[in-house]
């Protein structure tokens, strides 16, 4: 029997190396926001396992000479993993310290904390988890008999208050002893109800020796009763898929449970054809329908369909003749002005990829995206040339002479594209980088167009209704901007730069152009609705908002400040070309919005 101070230093060390790289908390999803310091109240759910998974469960257990509680343990670790979408998780154990030399002759329940960290384990099998966690046993039999609490101390973690340090989740193990009668007593098994726990969730595993049945308890301020229920029917389902295919890698293990799965195939019914014309072929059709509408609106001047599309065939032409051709990637470095959207249209007619560049990014920024998409030209003005300095793109000058001469002289030029570019891409975005270096994401045009269609059908734009374009070009949200009204005949209004950053200015813009749908970030959106100029825009219909999270405080204040206002939370990513799910906000009863969020058309 040993002391828990003999060979402290050497225990300490393992343990600090064992736990390099462990994550402090677990990557469960949480249905609620955890709060700022633990509580403690405690919800429970006893799972009845059939008979059938109880005999796979022994089975498996002599089949590799293991204990039923370690069987348990690794079906335990491999469903947190799952849920966690992680290739780890740390679990507690309580255990006795009766058998600690500084223990034997005091009265009392000793006890102390064991942790299995299971680390970057998704891709063993189940056999081979087994070998794992014995691996860990031997580490906690040579350097475990050390109080939890002089371990924590001498990890120096970060502290918090909302949360156990080291390991939130726990297993546990119970032999049910049958009733005894002994003399004039009866000796009967009782189960205690939790009512509350100090950990997120714990499992404990009880053994009757007939059945077995498992005891979830879990912290009520984080989840619901119904998301225990799920992990623990995949639990069940883990157990029949082992027990039929033992070879399997963790994360191919099928988890998902008849409902579940049902649940998925409705979800993603969402197929729907549209109009397969292209891009351009469908703008052609607004210039043939309404050659005197007006298109665009930028300080004062506009551009009627007719001129819009005059001006982006002799553009397309001119950019012909100085090389440009189908799958070539094609910067755009300028600010929102008439060019943009000439050049957008221009280097879509003639199938290269247009790849915008927000003149507000540092220098540093732009060099990277145009080395890494390998970009074959940049279009730009004159005053951001000294900005450009990589050798291997073309530049061409929009505000150059000789641009405009070759615009003159290559209007009527009539040109082949050439072969579509691979799967008809049509831009090329960058992500924020907010997790790393941002990455170039390449956009189909079936995305954009079926982004417009959803758009279309769902939320329908009559005829004369005005849109704007504020957004950032390096943002996904500019392709709903520019080519919702410009493929369906409506007006562009473009945001100057410099009116973005003056809300009263930006707000005076809405007013006098009669803006009908605009797209807001939520903290944007906060300042919009503490305007006290907010009430003028009576012209407003669709307020979109994506981005960020969207608080219901700040959706019934947009609500009640502006009554006649849709007001549509859509959430998407650059990597999946614009918006994958929506939902219109419409009274307090949806108050948690995100569980009712439908997925869009085609996604």
């Known amino acids: 029997k040993a002391s828990v101070f003999e ?45 059938i998974n109880f005999k796979s469960i022994v089975s498996i257990a002599e089949k590799f000479e293991s204990d039923i509680k370690d069987v348990l343990r690794c079906l335990f670790a491999i469903v947190l993993i799952r849920w966690s979408n992680n290739s780890s998780i740390t679990l507690g154990n309580r ?14 329940n000793f006890s102390n904390s064991e942790v299995f960290y299971f680390d970057d384990v998704e891709c063993l099998s189940f056999q081979e988890l087994l070998e794992y966690q014995k691996s860990l046993h031997r580490n906690i039999e040579k350097f475990g008999n050390i109080p939890f609490e002089v371990l924590v101390d001498k990890l120096q973690l970060e502290k918090s208050l909302s949360h156990m340090p080291v390991f939130q989740i726990v297993f546990g193990y119970e032999s049910v002893m049958p009733a005894v009668k002994y003399s004039h007593i009866d000796w009967v098994p009782f189960d205690l109800d939790a009512s509350y726990s100090l950990f997120d969730l714990e499992l404990t595993a009880i053994n009757s020796g007939s059945s077995l049945n498992l005891k979830w308890v879990f912290a009520e301020s984080l989840f619901k009763l119904d998301t225990i229920k799920r992990i623990a029917a995949s639990f069940s389902v883990l157990i029949e898929n082992i027990a039929a295919d033992l070879t399997l890698p963790i994360w191919k293990i099928p988890l998902i449970t008849t409902l579940d799965r049902h649940q998925l195939v409705e979800w993603n019914k969402t197929d729907v054809s549209f109009d397969r014309a292209s891009v351009f072929e469908l703008f052609e059709r607004c210039v043939e329908n309404s050659p005197q509408s007006i298109a665009l609106n930028f300080n004062n001047e506009q551009m009627t369909y007719q001129e819009l599309h005059q001006r982006i065939v002799e553009i397309s032409a001119t950019l012909v003749s ?183 200015k930006f707000i005076d813009v809405l007013f006098t152009k009669n803006i009908h749908r605009i797209t807001l970030v939520p903290s944007l959106l906060r300042e919009f609705l503490d305007s006290a100029d907010i ?69």
């Open 7 to 51: 060979n402290l230093t050497e225990k300490v060390d393992f343990w600090k190396q064992h736990f390099n790289g462990m994550d402090q908390v677990h990557g469960l999803t949480l249905d609620k926001p955890r709060p700022a310091s633990l509580v403690f109240d405690a919800g429970t759910y006893t799972q009845i396992l059939t008979e």
């Open 322 to 504: 100085q090389g440009v051709k189908a799958g070539d990637k094609v910067a755009l470095f300028c600010e929102p002005s008439f060019d943009l959207i000439v050049c957008i249209f221009a280097l879509l007619k003639i199938q290269a990829i247009y790849m915008p560049l927000d003149p507000g990014y540092p220098s540093e920024r732009i060099s990277y995206m145009l080395r890494d998409a390998g970009a074959n030209y940049v279009l730009t003005e004159s005053k951001y040339l000294p900005r450009l300095n990589n050798e291997n793109t073309k530049v061409i000058l929009l505000d150059n002479s000789s641009f405009e001469t070759d615009i003159n002289e290559n209007g009527d030029l009539i040109f082949s594209p050439g072969f579509p570019n691979e799967k008809n891409a049509s831009y090329l975005l960058y992500t924020s980088g907010s997790t790393g270096a941002p990455k170039g994401v390449l956009g189909l045009e079936e995305n954009l167009l079926n982004r417009h269609f959803w758009m279309k059908h769902e939320f329908p734009y009559n005829e004369g209704e005005i849109f704007c374009l504020k957004t950032s070009i390096n943002s996904v949200d500019h392709l709903s901007e520019v080519f919702q009204p410009l493929l369906s005949g409506n007006a562009l209004v473009i945001i100057p730069a410099e009116y973005k950053l003056d809300l009263p």
């Open 535 to 603: 009430y003028k825009l009576s012209e407003l219909k669709v307020i979109i908002c994506s981005g960020e999270v969207l608080p219901w405080s700040l959706a019934e204040k947009c609500r009640t400040r502006l009554p006649h206002v849709r007001l549509i939370n859509l959430y998407g990513s650059t990597e999946s070309g614009a918006d994958v799910t929506y939902y219109e906000i419409s009274d307090k009863r949806h108050a948690e919005i995100s569980g009712h969020f439908k997925t869009t058309s085609n996604t």
């Open 95 to 108: 255990i006795s310290t009766r058998t600690l030399s500084d223990n034997n002759t005091t009265i009392g």
